[in-house]
């Protein structure tokens, strides 16, 4: 399910209960009015479902992140980790300064954009695989899909600027 503002995405779940997924909206956002336009989503639902299908393509659905200054911070940083790759707690808290890696933890928990802030690509330091809001089996395949995906993983999106793999990212 995707709910969109004007400004763009605020979310994306994974589920199969639309009633729960749709309670889980109300609660996230309570002052907003919950409308189904599922014919005018169209080309955003089947944008969705592409950069789900294939994670090294190139995405530029605009994100409306909304969370905490810190929590958005934690955010952006996921869109930094390439399709295939993955990192752990700790290394987005250093990354991030002085931040304790259970905040980083606490952060990406409250993500509510599946895929697109791929939180999925976070993983503990030993290299086993952690919590995930939608699912350690989900969390398994999507990795999984994006280790297997054929060639380059060429162009990606992050935080509004076309990367080329192996270039350092320019802020």
Same mark, same amino acid.
Not at 3 to 19: P, Q
Not at 53 to 60: K, L, M, R, V, Y
């Given at each position: 399910?995707?709910?969109?503002? +004007?400004?763009?995405?605020?979310?994306?779940?994974?589920?199969?209960?639309?009633?729960?997924?749709?309670?889980?909206? =109300?609660?996230?956002? %309570?002052?907003?009015?919950?409308?189904?336009?599922?014919?005018?989503?169209?080309?955003?639902?089947?944008?969705?479902? *592409? $950069?789900?299908? @294939? %994670? /090294?393509?190139?995405? @530029?659905?605009?994100?409306?992140?909304?969370?905490? %200054?810190?929590?958005?911070?934690?955010?952006?940083?996921?869109? +930094?980790?390439?399709?295939?790759?993955? #990192?752990?707690?700790?290394?987005? $808290?250093?990354?991030?300064? #002085?931040?304790?890696? =259970?905040?980083?933890?606490?952060?990406? /928990? *409250?993500?509510?954009?599946?895929?697109?802030?791929?939180?999925?690509?976070?993983?503990?330091?030993?290299?086993?695989?952690?919590?995930? =809001?939608?699912?350690?089996?989900?969390?398994?395949?999507?990795?999984?899909?994006?280790?297997?995906?054929?060639?380059? #993983?060429?162009?990606? =999106?992050?935080?509004?600027?076309?990367?080329?793999?192996?270039? #350092?990212?320019?802020?």
């Amino acid at each position: 399910m995707a709910a969109t503002s +004007d400004k763009g995405i605020v979310a994306l779940e994974f589920g199969t209960m639309r009633s729960a997924m749709e309670d889980a909206l =109300r609660m996230r956002f %309570p002052d907003a009015d919950l409308e189904r336009r599922e014919g005018e989503l169209g080309d955003l639902i089947e944008a969705l479902a *592409n $950069a789900i299908e @294939d %994670p /090294a393509a190139w995405c @530029d659905l605009p994100l409306d992140l909304r969370g905490t %200054p810190d929590e958005i911070k934690v955010w952006l940083s996921l869109r +930094d980790i390439p399709a295939g790759q993955t #990192t752990n707690y700790g290394a987005i $808290a250093a990354k991030l300064g #002085t931040r304790d890696a =259970r905040e980083v933890t606490a952060s990406i /928990a *409250n993500n509510p954009i599946a895929v697109l802030v791929p939180c999925h690509r976070v993983i503990k330091k030993d290299g086993s695989i952690s919590g995930y =809001r939608w699912g350690v089996q989900r969390k398994r395949r999507l990795l999984l899909r994006e280790r297997q995906a054929p060639g380059e #993983t060429g162009a990606f =999106r992050t935080r509004g600027t076309a990367l080329e793999k192996g270039k #350092t990212p320019t802020k």
